[in-house]
């Protein structure tokens, strides 16, 4: 069985989609689609912007849906078995399985992206990866802190992303290194995957509303749970929860691999998630 996966940020690069959109005529329609859309030049700013701008997270959220969507539509054979996608890149995995259009989806991600960007802007938070560490060590560790941080990122064993409140972020990071951890501290601006992000769930979810999903046409193992969903008020739910919830990544892949998958194929920018995947499968062989 075939798995489709879906990168969420961290996956952009300048000139990402340029090879896209000058072999596929499809890919150029897709690219010009999307900018009339959404009123600017995004492919601009993805094929010859700066990463300084690239980096936004209401540029880069666009620019990775772009991208893994149209990969899709210009893959020979996609029929896939079953999918998921990592934070943002489960809005992708939902347009390639046709829960909703491509059209609608870019809509879905301006409008989260937004909603996530404002509340960067307004409060000091941020993220960092944990490696060595246990999970129940980092989430007992995160519980005992009087401030905002929450485990964010399921990623692979021995690799947990935390998020939150800046100054929280900074004391259990200081704590998780003298008890032997290694800190990474994600160049984000956002405390993404927190209760910080409770005013941004709460305007998407208003907005969710105005798009018709359908029932999906192969299983989606969402972050919220793990689980294979295909009933649309369910994967709306999920997907407006997700916000505010840790992305079970780990989980995910192994439910897929467990139920029947055994190729998992990368369909964004970069192989980043081949990579992560690789730890995963191989701690459970």
């Not at 596929?24 to 859309?37: E, G, M, P």
């Not at 992303?161 to 259990?172: A, M, P």
Request: hydrophobic share 40%; proline share 4%; glycine share 8%.
């Amino acid at each position: 069985m075939k798995a489709y996966i879906f990168p969420g940020q961290g996956s952009q690069f300048i000139g990402m989609g340029k090879d896209l959109y000058n072999t596929s005529s499809l890919a150029r329609k897709l690219f010009h689609l999307s900018d009339d859309i959404l009123g600017f030049q995004m492919t601009c700013i993805m094929f010859n912007g700066t990463m300084e701008i690239l980096k936004k997270t209401k540029y880069t959220q666009l620019a990775i849906y772009i991208y893994s969507v149209i990969k899709t539509k210009i893959l020979n054979n996609f029929n896939p078995d079953m999918v998921a996608g990592h934070s943002l890149g489960e809005l992708s995995a939902l347009t390639s399985i046709d829960v909703f259009s491509f059209e609608e989806g870019l809509r879905l991600v301006s409008q989260r992206a937004l909603a996530m960007q404002e509340i960067c802007e307004s409060v000091h938070g941020g993220m960092a990866a944990i490696f060595g560490l246990e999970d129940n060590v980092i989430e007992k560790i995160c519980k005992r802190d009087n401030g905002i941080i929450v485990p964010a990122n399921y990623n692979y064993p021995g690799q947990l992303v935390i998020s939150g409140e800046y100054d929280s972020l900074k004391r259990v990071c200081s704590f998780f290194k003298k008890i032997g951890g290694k800190i990474l501290m994600l160049p984000v601006h956002g405390a993404f995957h927190s209760p910080i992000m409770e005013p941004a769930r709460k305007k998407f979810s208003k907005f969710i509303e105005t798009i018709s999903f359908k029932d999906s046409k192969c299983p989606i193992y969402q972050n919220v749970n793990a689980q294979p969903v295909k009933k649309s008020s369910n994967i709306k739910k999920n997907l407006i929860q997700q916000l505010t919830s840790p992305v079970k990544w780990k989980q995910s892949i192994e439910n897929m691999k467990n139920h029947g998958a055994i190729s998992f194929i990368d369909v964004g920018p970069g192989h980043l998630l081949q990579k992560i995947n690789k730890k995963i499968i191989n701690s459970i062989l």
